[in-house]
């Protein structure tokens, strides 16, 4: 292929692709289906399936069929050319839900391929792949994990026209220190070399990683569906508009982290307040003294004292 430049922009004003709104007018858009053909291949080459050749973006929203329903609009829904319907699902944040909100919206979008009519034979399999920004499974180094419906006895899929459940996880944590450690190579790897793509720019740290970049440019060099997505992520962050939702997406993700980590400190707070308490009323009916009970929880004795005396009122 001919040389061509990498990038018109600076490195530090390209786009986070691991905030859901970068990734999907990179991954989700029309005019870069085959970037994303080649993405989903390089995810799906791990379980066997047959070669993606072509797929149809689908606006898919979840839920929402009774008036108290959930909704959720899904980040990148396609339908392939043998009629499978594949969910990528991009996750920056952990809400501790990453497990259950997956089956959800597993569930929701193999159910409603069925239309009135129709049977349940001619439901389709279904894929649901999460790049999750966070650690999800801490009992195993593998940054790719793959789940399937097996027989618990003797670890068997189900035949193949039964075989419709397949999930995906992708720990981008995972992944950046395989990079870091050298036991990942993109050279021979065409999905390292994507998730390397995912990776390059942190924004929550305001850093760009450079190596991973000098890695990327030799291989967009031999790899031109690679450089075709660096150009269209160039034009994505170079465009006004796009900056400006990208940036009020990121802001309000950055929000929502604050605010969990308040409540979450608040609950630990609470909860350290709640046991020291606990500690005081079982310690003064063992027969403690204020001196001793202020050892083991780190009050005052006087703050010791006051908490007594409103054991002792609630107890009157």
């Not at 069929?65 to 392939?80: A, C, H, M, P």
Request: hydrophobic share 40%.
């Amino acid at each position: 292929m001919s040389k061509r430049a990498l990038r018109r922009m600076p490195l530090e004003k390209l786009m986070d692709l691991k905030v859901d709104y970068a990734f999907k007018q990179l991954f989700g858009s029309e005019k870069n289906k085959e970037i994303t053909v080649v993405f989903l291949n390089a995810i799906l080459q791990k379980t066997g399936r047959d070669t993606i050749r072509e797929v149809v973006f689908i606006d898919q929203e979840v839920g929402g069929q009774f008036v108290e329903d959930k909704q959720s609009r899904l980040d990148i829904v396609v339908r392939t050319q043998t009629g499978d319907f594949i969910n990528v699902e991009m996750q920056l944040s952990n809400q501790n839900d990453m497990v259950k909100r997956t089956l959800y919206y597993w569930s929701r979008l193999f159910s409603e391929q069925l239309r009135r009519g129709e049977v349940y034979q001619d439901l389709r399999p279904t894929i649901t792949i999460n790049i999750c920004d966070f650690t999800l499974f801490s009992q195993t180094d593998y940054y790719h994990s793959t789940y399937h419906l097996y027989e618990d006895t003797v670890l068997k899929r189900l035949h193949p026209e039964d075989d419709v459940l397949e999930i995906h996880f992708i720990e981008m944590k995972k992944f950046i220190q395989a990079w870091h450690e050298e036991t990942i190579d993109p050279w021979d790897d065409l999905l390292v070399r994507w998730l390397l793509l995912l990776g390059m720019v942190d924004a929550r740290k305001q850093r760009v990683y450079d190596e991973i970049y000098k890695e990327l440019e030799a291989l967009a060099m031999k790899d031109e569906r690679l450089m075709e997505a660096f150009e269209a992520w160039d034009e994505l962050s170079a465009t006004p508009e796009m900056r400006m939702a990208y940036t009020s997406r990121l802001k309000n993700i950055l929000d929502i982290e604050s605010k969990l980590r308040y409540a979450m400190t608040k609950g630990k707070e609470e909860g350290r307040i709640e046991a020291n308490k606990n500690i005081i009323f079982n310690g003064y009916r063992n027969g403690l003294d204020v001196a001793t009970l202020s050892m083991l929880t780190g009050y005052r004795e006087q703050e010791v004292e006051r908490i007594i005396e409103s054991f002792e009122k609630e107890t009157e």
